[in-house]
Each structure stands twice: as structure tokens, then as C-alpha cells.
């Protein structure tokens, strides 16, 4: 399986932007899908996760209100809407695939990675 990130760039406090993760799976629609970020010295944290159906999501604390994972079984591909930005949210934002097809918030529980997309907000 190969996940493929975009949308990430330089936006103001406040505003907003819209990742995709795109995957080459047939079987996409089995796999749970998550975010994660990683800021400059930091680890990896969750962000949010959707089931293989997109009936159950859950968020990160830190980004519950802002955020909003979807997906489009479809197009094989999960989204991340993130409106309210803030400086703080800047990272690389990495999707990711379990095959389990249930939600997890940890990074153990999935098993293919996309490579990266850096978001930046400014104050």
C-alpha cells in the first residue's frame, strides 16, 4: 500500500487548509486510516482516525472542534479538513493505513505510511 499526502503550505493563523492522503490499495476501503503530525524536535502525535466505513472518527484533544477526517471510499482517499489554525498545529502531517479497519491513536496500530506533508501557520 502506497499513501500519498498533499495539501499542506503556509497559511495564516486562523485560516485553513484541506490534506488528502491518497492510497493505491484496491482494498482501501478495509483499512482504517489516520493523521498524525510531527513538529520540529518533537514526536509523532495523533491528530485524528476514521474507520474502513467513516462511522467512527475520534481526535486528538488538541484538535477536537478544528478538525474534521473524512473519506471517499470511492477515490480511495481520507481527508483532513483543518479549519482555526493555529501556529501551534505547524508539522508534517503524515497519513496513515491499518489493516485492522478499526480506529487507533497510536502509531503502533497501523501499518503503512505516507511520506509527509508540511504545514505551516504563521501568527
Known amino acids: 500500500v502506497q499513501l500519498q499526502a498533499s495539501g499542506g503550505g503556509l497559511v495564516q493563523a486562523g485560516g485553513s487548509l484541506r490534506l488528502s492522503c491518497a492510497a493505491s490499495a484496491p482494498t482501501f476501503s478495509r483499512y482504517a486510516m489516520g493523521w498524525f503530525r510531527q513538529a520540529p524536535g518533537r514526536e509523532r502525535e495523533f491528530v485524528a482516525t476514521?474507520?474502513?466505513?467513516?462511522?467512527?472518527?475520534y481526535y486528538a484533544g488538541s484538535v477536537r472542534g478544528r478538525f474534521t477526517i473524512s473519506r471517499d471510499n470511492a477515490k480511495n482517499t481520507v481527508y483532513l479538513q483543518m479549519n482555526s489554525l493555529k501556529p501551534e498545529d505547524t508539522a508534517v502531517y503524515y497519513c496513515?493505513?491499518?489493516?485492522?479497519?478499526?480506529?487507533?491513536?497510536?502509531?503502533?496500530?497501523?501499518?503503512?505510511w505516507g511520506q509527509g506533508t508540511l504545514v505551516t501557520v504563521s501568527s
Open positions: 476514521i474507520n474502513w466505513s467513516g462511522g467512527s472518527t
Open positions: 496513515a493505513a491499518a489493516r485492522t479497519g478499526v480506529v487507533h491513536t497510536t502509531t503502533g496500530g497501523y501499518d503503512y
